[in-house]
């Protein structure tokens, strides 16, 4: 059973940055797509960033430019670097896995990590 944890999050202000990590666990990480969701308060769970088992790349229109996602088959992590951070940002950022190519969709992944709490304040 694959299992996934996060870890990162905190509490910062607007124009930091912050690196969120996703430690993997049974199951073969390499062959994984990944992403990374999020959820504010009173929002639906949404898109930040995908990457590929072979490293491509997508990101969501409100964080490009801005957020960098990667990937480390060896450690089994995948990274989520968020640079020049805004209110907007805050939320519970998820990572989660799938078998397969990328997915754009939090309903194209099967596990999921329990999430890790991003504030961003003024």
């Known amino acids: 059973q694959v299992q996934l944890a996060e870890s990162g999050g905190g509490l910062v202000q607007t124009g930091d940055s912050l690196r969120l990590s996703c430690a993997a666990s049974?199951?073969?990480?390499?062959?994984?797509?990944m992403g990374w969701f999020r959820q504010g308060p009173g929002n639906e769970r949404e898109l930040v960033a995908v990457i590929s088992s072979g490293g491509t790349t997508y990101y969501a229109d409100s964080v490009k430019g801005r957020v960098t996602v990667s990937r480390d088959s060896a450690k089994n992590s995948a990274y989520l670097q968020m640079n020049s951070l805004k209110l907007e940002d805050t939320a519970v950022y998820y990572c989660a896995l799938r078998m397969g190519g990328l997915a754009y969709s939090s309903n194209g992944y099967n596990y999921w990590g329990q999430g890790t709490q991003v504030t961003v304040s003024s």
């Open positions: 049974g199951g073969t990480f390499s062959i994984y797509a």
